[in-house]
RNA sequence: GGUGCUAUCGUCUAGUGGCCUAGGACAACGGCCUCUCACGCCGUAAACCCCGGUUCGACUCCGGGUAGCACUACCA
């Protein structure tokens, strides 16, 4: 009998969606479509002091930038959040009453207590003694239902004294859990401490309360999360034993961590800040402490590359395939290849993926993306461009595309295109711009003038190198015995302004007649 | 400190006892192409953490070290 796959997202809104989840997000998706089952996305926001506003909005809409599909709880519809499913709320916060329930319990089958210690004075009891552990060996000693009896413990509550409830560990008990990444992990409850399970405070449970009775209530068939919950999946498989649950525990898989590209230790944002890349998938302006983050929409990569680079951190089909598109991945990804150790984050890597699949749009949609940049550096302001130069556009970057790989870049490699250069790159000069040079173009100036404006554009279906430009000008200079390259290399500085760029007749076909002499000639009153 | 997880080129990784003289990709370096800069193509350099054991044979299995990471909150 098995089990519909039920998978679920659950980031808590503190801040904007790390990448590190957008690939345990991706790992889940990806799980759940291959096997036909469904994605859940629930808001664990059991702590009220942490939350970030906008954080939840941010989450739902990066996902769905990315083009993680939610099936069920929180997700992104129209530019705003929306509900589906018949499990919810999805949000912690609003399950208040159905958390109320399970705490009585695990109260009542005497798996879990009472406890009135305060913060500070279990801050006093650690800085008294070393390792100190609210646990089998210390409970006794501290502040709880089990030593002041329950009726007491309910007549303090009623008396509106705060407390939190603890679930009671026994000790020396080998405990397994299996890992569907790692295999069997066996640790023992001695180690584990009495975990908080509610807090009254905020009248809210803590994570690994909230988190086994939403699995449960919401039949997840799979926990897919990060490494860092391993230590405390044993105290998860306690808790579904003290529910009653171990017949519909779900299966676990414990995902290897994205480590720093450079030393050790988890990928953080200040690692983004620091090594000048994005370590988020939008942009983010917290406004909880008013800093803003990078993200990777915004500094031009496509999603696909992103998803892409995200599924090789961890995972590999065993052959040389690099590209994958979502539904290859979908078709492929399988849990047991996915690596048990932790990587580092390449984000060289990450650039070559956004190269590769920008290399396989189409001029007209790269076009489309390009043109407020375009606008943008040409005209600040508000008024349209050209219609002509919105033409010209598939053209310009069909001709630098290929050097490129962000959108933004070929303003870089094509404003010459838009803009006649003012400026010579001194370094391009200083080898390319001759003694001879300003001779050559004055002479090179005639040579074009005199031919004819029907002639000047390579013909459709030609190369650079088969149009008429190209056959005077080569003529012009094997005749004058110029060398080749000192000619072009001036020429290529005036139009370019610089010695770089795609082939000169492609420039000059995108330019005219008209504008390339102009170049020329203004080239030559300024460098002399 | 305790507990757990992990360990192949700089990085992501392939490798499930003989196909390994350890493969691919990114990055690096060199060459080709060429009017330039790129792209592209070709090539070079680059790794099995250490010590034992098992075995005819170990990158692969076992044990022990070592190292890295994670967890050790009324955070998730």
Same mark, same amino acid.
């Given at each position: ?28 998706? /990806? ?9 859940? /996305?629930?808001?664990?926001?059991? %702590? ?22 939610? %099936? ?24 208040? *009453? ?87 992990? @066996? ?16 009248? /809210? ?40 649950? +171990? ?35 939008? *942009? ?104 002509? =130069? ?67 554009? +390579? ?48 420039? =000059? ?6 504008? @390339? ?6 080239? /030559?009153?300024?460098?002399?």
């Amino acid at each position: 009998m098995a089990r519909k796959v039920r998978v679920r997202f659950a980031p808590s809104p503190t801040g904007a969606l790390h990448i590190g989840g957008v690939r345990t997000a991706l790992y889940n998706y /990806l799980f759940a479509r291959q096997h036909g089952g469904d994605m859940l /996305l629930r808001i664990e926001d059991t %702590d009220s002091t942490r939350f970030v506003p906008g954080a939840e909005e941010y989450i739902l809409e990066a996902l769905d930038w990315l083009g993680i599909g939610i %099936d069920e709880g929180l997700r992104w519809e129209n530019g705003k959040i929306a509900q589906v499913g018949n499990h919810g709320p999805y949000r912690q916060s609003e399950r208040r *009453e159905i958390y109320h329930q399970y705490v009585d319990q695990l109260i009542q089958s005497n798996h879990a207590y009472y406890a009135f210690d305060t913060p500070e004075q279990l801050d006093a009891k650690r800085a008294e003694i070393p390792n100190f552990q609210y646990d089998a060996r210390t409970r006794m000693q501290m502040d709880n239902s089990l030593v002041i009896g329950i009726e007491e413990a309910k007549r303090r509550i009623a008396a509106g004294e705060k407390y939190v409830v603890r679930f009671l560990i026994e000790p020396n008990e080998d405990i397994t859990v299996h890992d569907l990444i790692r295999g069997d992990v @066996t640790i023992n409850s001695s180690i584990l401490d009495d975990k908080v399970l509610y807090k009254s405070a905020d009248d /809210l449970p803590t994570y690994h309360l909230a988190n086994i009775v939403d699995d449960h209530l919401m039949e997840v068939s799979h926990v897919i999360r990060g490494e860092e919950w391993l230590p405390s999946a044993p105290l998860h498989v306690l808790l579904y034993r003290a529910f009653g649950w +171990t017949d519909t525990m779900p299966e676990f898989a414990h995902l290897p961590l994205l480590l720093k590209p450079d030393g050790n230790g988890k990928l953080s944002k200040r690692d983004g800040d620091r090594l000048g890349f994005p370590v988020f998938p939008l *942009e983010f302006h917290n406004q909880k402490d008013g800093s803003v983050s990078s993200g990777y929409r915004e500094s031009g990569y496509f999603p696909e590359a992103v998803i892409n680079f995200l599924a090789l951190l961890g995972w590999h089909n065993s052959t040389d395939q690099e590209m994958f598109s979502m539904d290859e991945l979908i078709q492929q990804f399988s849990l047991d290849r996915v690596s048990k150790s932790g990587a580092k984050f390449d984000y060289e890597k990450g650039k070559w993926f956004n190269h590769q699949y920008l290399q396989l749009k189409s001029n007209e949609e790269l076009a489309t993306i390009f043109m407020p940049i375009l606008q943008f550096h040409l005209s600040p302001a508000t008024c349209p461009l050209p219609p002509a =130069t919105c033409n010209l556009l598939p053209k310009v970057i069909g001709l630098v595309k290929d050097r490129v790989n962000f959108v933004p870049e070929l303003w870089e490699q094509a404003n010459f295109f838009f803009v006649a250069p003012t400026e010579y790159d001194e370094k391009s000069l200083a080898k390319r711009w001759k003694e001879d040079s300003p001779r050559h173009m004055t002479e090179l100036l005639a040579v074009l003038e005199g031919i004819d404006e029907n002639d000047w554009t +390579t013909p459709a279906g030609k190369t650079a190198e088969e149009g008429v430009l190209n056959t005077v000008v080569m003529n012009w200079i094997a005749e004058h015995e110029y060398g080749v390259g000192i000619v072009m290399n001036a020429f290529r500085i005036c139009l370019v302004g610089a010695a770089r760029g795609p082939h000169i007749w492609n420039i =000059t076909d995108i330019l005219g007649k008209d504008e @390339t002499l102009r170049r020329v000639c203004q080239a /030559l009153s300024v460098l002399k």
